[in-house]
């Protein structure tokens, strides 16, 4: 039987980890499906990506190490993303995993030029996702969870571009008809977004920005879950 496999990028900090989780744990939740049909390979300390027939879709985490790090673990799954790419298995990267997918199908991903994106942050679905399979029918403007560093900087020849920011204009893209890439955090519930805003405080405040007032505006995104929810129906 075929199953979801989640490939882990790395974990979160410790301190969260203990409390609420890691990367795959909120993928799952948020996701609402039964654990015994999802697979987590964490590629960031060796695991195996294992053969394509034996997976129904890909989920792609977030990480706190860069795709411009150019990691050998995360080069070789770069590869083995493009020869899924082409077997058509549904695929959806967040965060990282987004800029590792735009990377493997010829994007580009650098640092944002001025500086993190972090919050509760509005994004403007564009008027190509209104018949798109994970974001049809969103209000123009949704609110989501962000915490990033880098972004796509160019997007992947042949894809469809879906949502974007006021500072990131690349939030989403599909390629094809069923690989996605969001760099926001359909996953994240709120005590997440809080503890990623306080772990990011000193590098908001040597940028310019006012973690507290950040802090001060995070609120429930169930956008986010519906989104996950709609890439679980599918995969099973």
Request: proline share 7%.
């Amino acid at each position: 039987m075929s199953y979801l496999l989640i490939i882990k990028t790395g974990s979160t900090m410790p301190d969260l980890q203990n409390r609420c989780g890691d990367f795959e744990d909120w993928m799952i939740e948020a996701l609402s499906v039964d654990r015994t049909f999802i697979k987590t390979v964490d590629v960031s300390r060796g695991g195996t990506l294992p053969h394509y027939t034996e997976l129904s879709g890909i989920l792609i985490t977030g990480s706190h190490s860069m795709v411009t790090d150019r990691h050998p673990w995360g080069e070789a799954t770069a590869i083995w993303l493009r020869i899924a790419v082409d077997k058509q298995i549904p695929i959806l990267g967040i965060c990282y995993g987004h800029q590792l997918l735009a990377y493997a199908l010829g994007g580009t991903v650098d640092y944002i030029s001025d500086g993190r994106e972090v919050g509760t942050i509005p994004v403007q679905i564009r008027p190509e996702a209104q018949d798109d399979p994970l974001l049809h029918g969103l209000p123009p403007q949704t609110h989501v969870q962000l915490s990033h560093r880098q972004a796509v900087i160019q997007l992947p020849p042949n894809v469809v571009w879906l949502a974007s920011s006021d500072r990131v204009p690349h939030q989403a893209f599909r390629y094809g008809d069923c690989v996605w890439g969001m760099q926001f955090h359909p996953e994240f519930p709120t005590q997440v977004m809080q503890a990623y805003t306080h772990y990011a405080r000193e590098g908001l405040l040597t940028e310019g920005f006012d973690p507290e007032a950040i802090a001060h505006q995070i609120k429930e995104t169930p956008v986010g879950f519906e989104i996950m929810q709609r890439f679980a129906s599918l995969v099973f």
